[in-house]
């Protein structure tokens, strides 16, 4: 794309195609946030949303870990709920709490208040932020594009924040089968189009993040959730051709899934610490790059520790088709230090 500079690290794009690598590639989700204290500083002056959407902000804190850290890729600072956001919906960052939408969606009624986004206008800050932050890169690191799922989406939006048990969320899937289909559907078509317009404004990777997926059994998964994620991959792919980035796919606890999903067109597939290297490779066949999936917790170990266990994953893996990353995301109390070398050790074997 015009104005942006000749990329100097390709390793997490070779790594996702399935081309050799001298060296496993790593980067971290929530790589950037809380656990860094020149976010923290940053913070002082800006709400979390006013972080997302200011794109000269987004990316000062995007770029604040690859200056720390030899990291293979950056992610854009934003949010997953920027979706529902977009829909109308109203959502604050509560101490404590974390993402609330203050009128969460409870009847088949209330889907009809939900607006249909217009992406490059109404989620033009994330465009902005994209094309601002690949140009700050200046080609040094690959940048990574995402968007929350529809069924994750569809959680939030219902269940009004985060929850334990989603119930409020998988009773819609029981009891109204066609609304659910409705917002479902209505999600998938946003996410698409946001998804094409993240790789247009110079997205070189993009992850669909599928939190909440492992609180539905295999038949409600196979119903509800995978013809959507092969619609959005088929959707994106055919929408930009040859210029479609890696697709990256994280359906978080789906272990029992897992190989109903190495089919749905995604070239990585990123599994959390709940399932063993050997496993994952067996579920999802030999054509999938695999991205994961030490603990977050081990972060909390002492160095030789950490280092031990990291290695170990990367040997397990195999640096074939192999990103390194955490099972999910870094938590807020942990130190930086430990992010150094965690990084260190994946570049050493």
Known sequence: MSGFQELKNDSILRAARGEPVEKVPVWIMRQAGRYLPEFMEARKSHTFFDMCQKPEVACEITLQPIRRFPLDAAIIFSDILVIPQAMGMHLEMRPGEGPVFTEPIRSTADLNRLKDVDVPSDLKYVMDALRTTRLALEGKVPLFGFSGAPWTLMCYMIEGKGSKTQSNAKKWLYSERSASQELLSKLELTIIEYLIEQAKAGAQMLQLFDTNVGYLDERTFLEHVKPGYIRIAKAVRGKLGERCP?????????????????????????????????????????????QGNLDPCALYADDDTLRRLTVEMVRRFGKERYIANLGHGMYPDMDPAKVQVFVDAIHSV
Do not use: M, Q
Request: with cysteine; hydrophobic share 40%.
């Open 246 to 290: 890696p697709l990256f796919l994280f359906p978080k606890d789906a272990h029992s899934n897992l190989a109903h999903v190495r089919d749905c067109g995604y070239d990585v597939i990123s599994v959390d610490w709940c399932v063993t290297p050997e496993e994952a490779r067996r579920l999802l066949g030999p054509n999938v790059t695999i």
